[in-house]
């Protein structure tokens, strides 16, 4: 099967497309024909590795040919004798390993049933962005209906969900975004849009019960300035400097203990509720995915290396099959037919 690897940590152009060995699946695990997978910031930050002891770190800890890629969605192709929630020919999606190729292996535990009202683009963008999204602001938060609502980075993948996450639970929203993306922010719900270009929301005197920052361009005290007093700062991104992120982490570290507001730093966890759920929004119709552009899996670097520049209008979607008609045509030998 053809599949997208890398060998070494640095940009894009690490990344190959080769043939490998076809995965079996372990007694608990599903063998999953991709149909669609999605690009996230994760990908991107695996692949440089960082500094060079984190590189050295991952280098040690990972296997040497390394599989980017987490959102998958597709058919099952087989399953292990130890599983009893899915059969061949189920469309699934949820999380894996190596999702950047034409079949991966995962855990029956981190996939669920995909609705019949999605596409498995659709399905394929839900898992890391939609869950950060909805588990940032209902659970570390704790958005109630009313609450006055600031998403910084309301144009990304992250912030497209909670832009609409937030309007379905009856919060009053504003997203920060672009000048170029700004109308579409607006038309998936949120009621104001701050041009980050011309205005600093931690500057014009606004303030939030809530602020899910996707980007951390600000450091916590100046987030606080647009905080109500008891108002919660969910630090759900972080600038592409490592250096950076680890400072701004330690001082809403050492604020928090001293003021009224809260600083939360977070990480979506895996939950097949909350993936069913908003699984069921979008085919209800109460929560679109915002695909911004999609590549085959020949064009993995280059949907790496846009979602990488920081400019991505919602999700970006690798494509596999009969849905991935309006595709670019592969610039590689590794295309998919």
């Known amino acids: ?5 890398y060998y070494r940590h640095g940009s894009p152009d690490v990344l190959k497309c080769e043939e490998i060995e076809k995965p079996t699946p372990a007694d608990d ?53 130890n599983v009893t929630q899915f059969k061949p020919g189920d469309a699934v999606f949820g999380v894996c390993k190596g999702a950047f190729a034409e079949y991966a292996c995962t855990p029956e535990s981190k ?5 019949a009202g999605l596409t498995f683009e659709q399905a394929a963008s839900i898992p890391v962005a939609a869950l950060t999204a909805l588990q940032g602001l209902r659970d ?26 937030a309007k379905w639970f009856g919060a009053d ?20 849009v701050i041009d980050y270009t011309r205005e600093d929301f931690t500057q014009n005197g606004q ?3 809530l602020i899910l920052d996707c980007v951390g361009n600000h450091p916590a005290s100046a987030c606080r300035r647009a905080l109500s007093r008891n108002g919660i700062c969910v630090m759900a991104g972080g600038p592409k400097q490592v250096r950076t992120m680890l400072v701004r982490v330690l001082q809403a570290l050492v604020l ?7 600083f939360v730093m977070f990480i979506a966890k895996l939950s097949k509720e909350d993936l069913s759920m908003v699984g069921e929004l979008i085919a209800t ?12 899996l020949s064009e993995v670097p280059q949907a790496v290396g846009y979602l990488e520049q920081g400019h991505a209008g919602g999700k970006v979607v690798i494509t596999f099959g009969a849905e991935s008609q309006d595709v670019a045509q592969p610039h590689s030998r590794c295309s998919v037919a």
């Open 207 to 209: 303030r939030y019960d």
């Open 140 to 165: 570390k938060g704790q958005m109630k209906p009313g609450h006055e609502v600031l998403i910084n980075g309301a144009a990304g993948g992250v912030g497209t969900f909670a832009v609409q996450i």
């Open 111 to 115: 996939l669920v049933i995909k609705p």
């Open 256 to 262: 928090s203990p001293f003021v009224s507001q809260k």
């Open 29 to 81: 695990e599903v063998l999953i024909r991709v149909r669609a997978a999605s690009v996230n910031p994760l990908d991107w930050r695996l692949m440089r590795g960082g500094p060079r002891i984190i590189r050295v770190l991952l280098t040690l800890l990972t296997p040497k040919i390394k599989r980017p890629g987490v959102d998958v969605a597709g058919e099952v192709e087989a399953v292990g004798k």
């Open 173 to 192: 929203v504003t997203g920060v975004c672009s000048t170029r993306n700004g109308e579409m922010v607006q038309s998936i719900g949120a009621d104001r």
């Open 1 to 5: 099967m053809k599949a997208m690897v």
């Open 285 to 296: 119709g109460k929560v679109t995915p915002v695909i911004d552009r999609r590549y085959s």
